[in-house]
C-alpha cells in the first residue's frame, strides 16, 4: 500500500513539475479550458438565478377575483359559496381590502404611498385554486366569474410565472447541450496536449520499458497532467463566472433599486463550485486517457 502512494505521490511531482517547466503552455490551455467551461457554468448560475425569482411566485393554476367596490357583505358570502361548491375549485380564500391594504404597505416603497391616500382604493378579491392545470379550464371558469355583476376584474396571475419557468427549462437544456458539446472540444484540447508531451517523452518512455516499467507506471503522469490541466481551466472558470456576476450586478442592483428591491444575482454555491471543479478534472483525466491509450502503444522500445 506504502509503495501504491508512494507512486502515485511521484506522479503527482511529476505533472506538477511539467506544468511549472511550461508555464506559458499551461496557462494558455488553462485558459481555453476556463473559457470554455465559463460559458455553460455562467449560463447555469444565471439560470438558477431566474429559478429561484420564479419559484418565489406560485405556479398553481390560480384566479384573483375582484369584487366591485358597490359589493356587500352578503355579495362576498354568495360568491364564496358558490365557488366552494364549483367542483372545478380546489380551494378559495376571501382577502377582504383592510388585509390587501395592510399586506401592501408592509412592501417597500408603498407604505409612504398609501399613507397619503383619504381612503382605502383596493377591492375585496378572492384567491381562487383549480384542481386542473389546464389553461382551458381555467379560462372557463374566468368567464363565468366575469360575468357575474358582483365581479369588477378576474386575472389568472400565475399564467405568466409559468412561462418564466417554462423559458427557464428551456434554456437550461439549451445549456446542457452547450456544456455537452464545449466539452467534446475540452476532451480534443487535452487530447492534443497530451499527445505532445507522449512525442516530447518519447526517448524517455523507451528507456523506462526497456528498464522493465509497467503501463500503468508510464501512464499514470500523464494522467496527472490532464486531471491537473483540467482543475486548472476549472479555477479560471470559477473566477470568470464570478467576475462576470459581478459586472452583471453593478446593473442588476440599479434596475432592482427602482423596483425598491435589493436583489442580485447570487454565486454559484459551493456544492455547485465544487462539481464543477471536478468536472474539469474529470474532463482532464478523460482526454488523457484517450491520448495515452492511442499513443502509448506506438513507442515500443528500440
Excluded at 352578503?74 to 395592510?102: I, M, N, Q, T, W
Aim: glycine share 10%; proline share 4%; no cysteine.
Amino acid at each position: 500500500m506504502m509503495g501504491w502512494l508512494r507512486q502515485h505521490g511521484q506522479a503527482l511531482r511529476g505533472a506538477l513539475a511539467k506544468l511549472a517547466m511550461q508555464r506559458l503552455a499551461s496557462l494558455l490551455n488553462a485558459l481555453v479550458i476556463g473559457v470554455a467551461l465559463a460559458l455553460p457554468a455562467g449560463g447555469y448560475a444565471v439560470l438558477e438565478n431566474l429559478r429561484g425569482i420564479a419559484s418565489r411566485f406560485s405556479l398553481e393554476p390560480q384566479v384573483s377575483v375582484f369584487l366591485a367596490p358597490e359589493a356587500k357583505s352578503a355579495d362576498a358570502d354568495a360568491l364564496g359559496r358558490r365557488l366552494r361548491e364549483d367542483r372545478r375549485v380546489a380551494s378559495s380564500r376571501y382577502v377582504p381590502k383592510d388585509e390587501a391594504l395592510k399586506s401592501l404597505s408592509r412592501t417597500e416603497g408603498f407604505a409612504e404611498i398609501l399613507a397619503a391616500l383619504e381612503k382605502n382604493p383596493l377591492p375585496d378579491a378572492f384567491v381562487v385554486k383549480l384542481r386542473d392545470p389546464d389553461p382551458a379550464a381555467l379560462e372557463s371558469l374566468a368567464v363565468e366569474l366575469r360575468a357575474l355583476a358582483a365581479v369588477t376584474h378576474v386575472q389568472a396571475d400565475s399564467s405568466w410565472a409559468r412561462r418564466i419557468a417554462a423559458l427557464v427549462e428551456i434554456a437550461r437544456v439549451g445549456m446542457l447541450i452547450l456544456a455537452a458539446l464545449l466539452a467534446v472540444g475540452l476532451l480534443a484540447v487535452t487530447f492534443n496536449s497530451i499527445r505532445l508531451q507522449i512525442l516530447t517523452q518519447r526517448d524517455e518512455i523507451e528507456v523506462s520499458r526497456l528498464l522493465g516499467a509497467t503501463d500503468g507506471f508510464i501512464q499514470r503522469p500523464f494522467y496527472y497532467l490532464g486531471a491537473l490541466q483540467g482543475l486548472a481551466g476549472g479555477l479560471v472558470a470559477l473566477g470568470a463566472v464570478g467576475g462576470g456576476i459581478g459586472l452583471l450586478n453593478q446593473g442588476v442592483r440599479r434596475l432592482a433599486a427602482t423596483y425598491g428591491s435589493g436583489f442580485e444575482l447570487a454565486l454559484l454555491d459551493p456544492g455547485d463550485a465544487l462539481a464543477l471543479l471536478a468536472f474539469a478534472s474529470l474532463l482532464g483525466w478523460l482526454g488523457a486517457n484517450l491520448s495515452v491509450s492511442m499513443y502509448l502503444r506506438e513507442i515500443e522500445p528500440k
